[in-house]
């Protein structure tokens, strides 16, 4: 293999991880909150691309990113109003499954509300053929947009839940509910935060996303998938490490390409991720002593 | 739970699901027959044009006095795409609503898993999927409207011979539409001196397909065929000219749809493929046999509908010309007569090319229904030999 | 004994046997095809419903298992072994008696595995494969635990999409009967309709016997104690591990079962059985039945398998099922067939009636 093509796998890792890794951030900040894992994450990132497409026909592009990230996160806020709220059953089983409904809903309102076919954003810069040339190997601006994005949201994430008292009530109500309401943190509206937080991010990445994989009403399932694999592998609760996560997910999917065939990729790429939780189920990133702590 | 809740519970039970049962039977008025669909689901892009092809071509073909005096009945099925669901409406449609034939389903795997019963019950079947598999071995039921993958790869390869490109890489999407192509295209190479390097498989979900691509490009080929049609093949286009790939793109008849070439936007310059003419019926010769019913089904479905008109839907729109073109043939709704009829039908112009029936071809469409296609200035065109 | 928790088994045989003789004498027979098929994806319920209810662990990946057992037998019975008629293994098989021979539609002789030794050997590798992916499955919790089945469904169906011995996309077509000593025949046969029905209802009533027994045993204790609380369990001398285990065996086992069997009626079998869809669909379905309650699982089961294979919700079949789910999460979180509901929408039936009358 010579040095470019190998380069150019690297590039197509990054691609593809930058996309697991900005989907998988989504999921931590409804777990930080809540201890749960939010199976429609994925319809998020859906609705974020399909509305930013849609406004994009009047608005101008960031206009149109900012409305849908708007629109997106007011649906988080509703689906935590309507329906997480007023569960009486709380345990992580139920809101697995509430979770999948809730993905298969928004999933169909969008076929019903949009069509079957296929849409995306135009690129941030440049156009369908642009690329950047480095080193002998090329990538598109818009994986650039996407992990310059994907860095931002990360940091910011990390401030605000580091050093922010909303922040830290936040990750109080995972650790402890009771404790956290004794402390005079109103949990639910913690929780409504954390749901439009996470519906706004997912927006954003759907966006940035767009017009590398492009939009289609079901195409949250199989993102969503691939980001709860990465959030797993980084430590749930862990940004920096979703994002490392993706990286490596991304990396060892298209170094396998290299020398299997590209039907076998998930099944490569998902064996490894259940290797490594076999051995250490709390993550490349998670401390163990943490997770044990964790009421499942 | 005790036992006399639990038989209340089931009595009940089965009284709802005798519910909603329609009591059939409207006497012999009209002409019924059966539609399967994937118009959600995973094959929802085959399934929704399709349907809403059907039911413009029904209503038009009704409003007009139907056939033989008759109105035709279409009652159409979801499948979502799902193979026993589709086994499960099949049965429906044959034992309950007892139609006179059954139009799709829209995927091949679909297809493949009632071509049996159909045959078995002596029912009708005019697929809208393409693998190879649904008329060779030919059942006597069962037909197919879309062209066939081997003619398909045939005009590949024979532009591709007059190129003089040998060495190719192929890449199709892993569903039946893509498994059939690859299958045809490995078998087919040979005979036009083309050695395929490398065929590869990817998801019909994939959002990135630098690396597979990458590969190819390590084998030096002189041109991609990408089989397929699930939305990824526009991402295709898309990374070979972001990785500065500079082989050419060939893509199947599953490219037939100017929603794709939008998709690709600039990347789509160039792409060569071969379709059926509806992509171009504006730029046709006046003397071309389809051109009149070719703009007629774009402009109504277009004016209908307002989307593009995409190869897909011809297929339905052929279906139901086939069906009924053989009830007015045969001057009768019985079963095996319109079959007859169907295997001697021969001339009809559809969207997809003028079918020949016989007994021996259930598909009635040879290379000539094909043109090859490329793309010019986000627009289908007649591809010209270079000289 | 308590004979109490067999009645509702009566109150099934009942249900069963009334359709059939419903269905026969309105000449609505076409009506037992679906519920053939409910039958035998109840299987996948009712084994979910001892994993998830009983044992507490949650599997978004059991609609491999019932592939497993389909894809095994399909393989088997199509394989064919005339090109290897004289090796010595093949001959050996034939004359135990482990292959049988047919005439495919299409004039060709196919000499395979018979369908019972595909049933057998579906079994053992579902089995083993349950029982090596267990141990270290079980052991995870929570989101891992889910994420791991989710994973393991996901490489299933990524293996039957990619191997060309399972047909890739296409899956498998063109499956033989399953000839039971001559006197049943499952297939998808119109003639064999009736005996093809009471056949997959009768391996329901007989899982559902076996299931009844567990839940009532000293396992089935066992089991809910862990389900309430493994550490108090473990110190009462329950080894979670074990108990945990040997029910996802049993349920991955009968999913198989439920495969093997819809393979053969159906004729064929496609990678979609083995989809996460799917798996997420079964986790629904027990969910919206009552996660302990194997009979609201197994109603539930069939009405909304029945609903979605007989095409009454059209395309708005997911969208309705999804309303379900989420209404019955946040109203009655045990599954609509609680005990407090039937009192209360028994209490609002008479009274209208009454009311009316």
């Known amino acids: ?296 | ?387 | 004994m308590n004979k109490k928790k067999y009645y509702p088994l009566f109150g099934l045989m009942a249900f069963i046997i009334l359709f059939q003789l419903f269905s026969s004498f309105s000449g609505k027979e076409f009506l037992l095809i679906q519920l053939t098929m409910c039958a035998y994806y109840s299987m996948v319920i009712i084994a979910l419903c001892t994993l998830m209810g009983y044992a507490g662990q949650i599997s978004l990946g059991h609609a491999a298992f019932f592939a497993i057992g389909g894809y095994t037998t399909a393989v088997l019975t199509t394989l064919n072994l005339i090109p290897d008629k004289d090796n010595f293994f093949i001959s050996l098989f034939n004359s135990l008696g482990f292959l049988s021979l047919r005439v495919n539609p299409y004039g060709i002789e196919i000499l395979h595995f018979s369908p019972w030794i595909a049933l057998v050997v579906a079994v053992v590798i579902t089995y083993v494969i349950s029982f090596i992916i267990g141990i270290p499955i079980l052991k995870l919790k929570g989101h891992y635990l889910a994420m791991a089945t989710l994973g393991f469904g996901t490489i299933i169906y990524r293996v039957l999409l990619g191997g060309k011995i399972f047909g890739e996309a296409d899956g498998i077509s063109d499956i033989p009967e399953f000839n039971i000593f001559n006197l049943l025949k499952i297939n998808g046969d119109n003639a064999d309709r009736i005996e093809n029905y009471y056949a997959a209802w009768f391996i329901v009533v007989i899982s559902m016997l076996l299931l009844i027994n567990l839940i009532h045993s000293r396992v089935g204790r066992a089991l809910r104690s862990l389900h309430g609380n493994e550490h108090a369990a473990n110190s009462i001398g329950v080894n979670p591990a074990r108990y945990k285990l040997f029910v996802f065996t049993l349920s991955a086992v009968m999913a198989a079962v439920g495969g093997v069997f819809m393979t053969h009626f159906s004729g064929s079998i496609g990678p979609g059985e083995a989809g996460v869809l799917k798996s997420v669909r079964y986790v629904a379905i027990v969910a919206v039945g009552g996660m302990a309650n194997i009979w609201g699982a197994l109603i539930m089961g069939i009405i909304l398998n029945y609903l979605s294979l007989r095409g009454y919700l059209g395309s708005y079949d997911e969208a309705i099922f999804g309303v379900i789910l989420v209404l019955i999460m946040l109203f009655t979180p045990d599954g609509i067939f609680k005990a407090g509901n039937f009192g209360s929408i028994k209490n609002f039936i008479f009274s209208k009636i009454f009311k009316k009358a």
């Open chain 1, 1 to 296: 293999m010579s040095y470019e093509q190998l380069l150019q796998y690297v590039f197509s890792g990054i691609t593809n991880g930058s996309i697991y890794a900005i989907t998988g951030i989504g999921f931590n900040i409804i777990y930080n909150t809540t201890g749960i894992i939010n199976f429609a994450q994925g319809e998020f990132l859906m609705l974020g691309g399909m509305t930013s497409i849609t406004f994009s026909r009047y608005f101008p592009l960031p206009i149109a990113v900012a409305l849908a990230v708007i629109v997106t996160a007011i649906v988080g806020a509703l689906i935590d109003f309507l329906v997480i709220r007023n569960l009486k059953k709380q345990s992580i089983l139920f809101m697995i499954i509430v979770t999948i409904g809730l993905s298969i809903l928004l999933q169909e309102a969008a076929l019903h509300i949009w069509d079957e076919k296929v849409r995306s954003l135009p690129f941030f810069t440049g156009d369908e053929i642009s690329s950047i040339n480095i080193f002998g190997a090329y990538i598109s601006p818009q994986v650039l947009w996407v992990v310059l994005i994907c860095s931002i949201i990360v940091a910011v994430l990390t401030v605000f839940f580091k050093y922010t008292a909303t922040g830290r009530s936040m990750r109080a109500c995972s650790s402890n509910v009771i404790a956290a309401r004794l402390c005079g943190i109103n949990s639910k509206n913690m929780i409504t935060l954390s749901f439009t937080l996470s519906a706004a991010i997912g927006a954003l990445a759907g966006a940035v996303v767009s017009p590398i994989t492009q939009t289609q009403y079901d195409c949250g399932t199989s993102l969503a998938i691939k980001g709860f694999a990465v959030a797993i592998l980084g430590g749930l609760g862990n940004s920096i490490g979703a994002v490392a996560g993706g990286i490596v997910i991304g990396l060892l999917e298209s170094l396998s390409i290299s020398i299997l065939p590209l039907a076998y990729k998930d099944a490569v790429s998902i064996s490894i991720l259940l290797l490594i939780l076999f051995v250490k189920p709390s993550g490349l990133f998670g401390k163990k002593e943490i997770s044990a702590l964790k009421d499942f």
């Open chain 2, 1 to 387: 739970m005790n036992f006399k809740k639990f038989l209340t519970v089931s009595l009940s039970l089965m009284v709802s699901l005798f519910i909603g049962i329609s009591c059939g039977d409207k006497g012999g008025n009209t002409i019924k027959i059966g539609a399967l669909f994937s118009v959600t689901g995973p094959a929802s892009f085959l399934g929704a044009p399709e349907q809403k092809t059907a039911q413009m071509l029904v209503e038009e073909i009704n409003a007009k006095g139907g056939i033989n005096n008759k109105k035709i009945e279409l009652i159409v099925e979801d499948t979502a795409g799902d193979a026993n669901k589709a086994l499960s409406l099949a049965n429906k449609l044959i034992k309950e609503n007892k139609v006179l034939a059954i139009i799709g389903p829209s995927t091949s795997g679909e297809t493949l898993k009632i071509k049996e019963l159909c045959e078995k019950e002596k029912v009708i079947l005019i697929s809208c999927a393409a693998a190879e598999s649904i008329v060779n071995p030919v059942a006597k039921y069962v037909f197919k409207t879309p062209q066939k993958d081997s003619q398909a790869a045939m005009r590949i390869f024979m532009t591709m011979k007059d190129m003089g490109i040998k060495n190719v890489g192929v890449v199709s999407s892993g569903d039946g539409f893509g498994k059939g192509g690859k299958e045809q295209l490995e078998k087919l190479a040979p005979n036009y001196g083309v050695t395929i390097s490398i065929s590869e498989v990817y998801d019909a979900k994939a959002t990135d397909l630098t690396g597979v691509l990458n590969k190819l490009k390590g084998k030096n080929v002189e041109a991609v065929i990408n089989w397929s049609i699930v939305p990824a093949q526009a991402i295709v286009a898309k990374n070979m000219r972001q990785m500065n790939m500079t082989a050419l793109l060939f893509q199947s008849h599953g490219f037939g749809n100017i929603k794709y070439v939008k998709e690709t936007g600039k990347a789509g310059e160039g792409i060569i493929f071969p379709a059926g003419r509806l992509l171009i019926a504006d730029k046709l010769p006046d003397t071309n046999k389809q051109k009149a019913l070719l703009i007629k089904y774009k402009t109504d479905y277009e004016a209908k509908f307002k989307e593009d008109v995409s190869t897909f839907g011809g297929h339905a729109y052929d279906a139901i010309i086939v069906i009924v073109e053989a009830i007015k043939k045969a001057q009768s709704t019985d079963k095996d007569k319109v079959r007859d009829a169907i295997e001697g039908l021969k001339d009809v112009v559809g969207t997809g090319g003028i079918f020949n029936f016989s007994a021996a071809d259930h598909n009635g469409l040879d290379i000539d229904a094909f043109e090859m296609i490329t793309v010019k200035d986000g627009k289908f065109v007649p591809y010209e030999k270079k000289k």
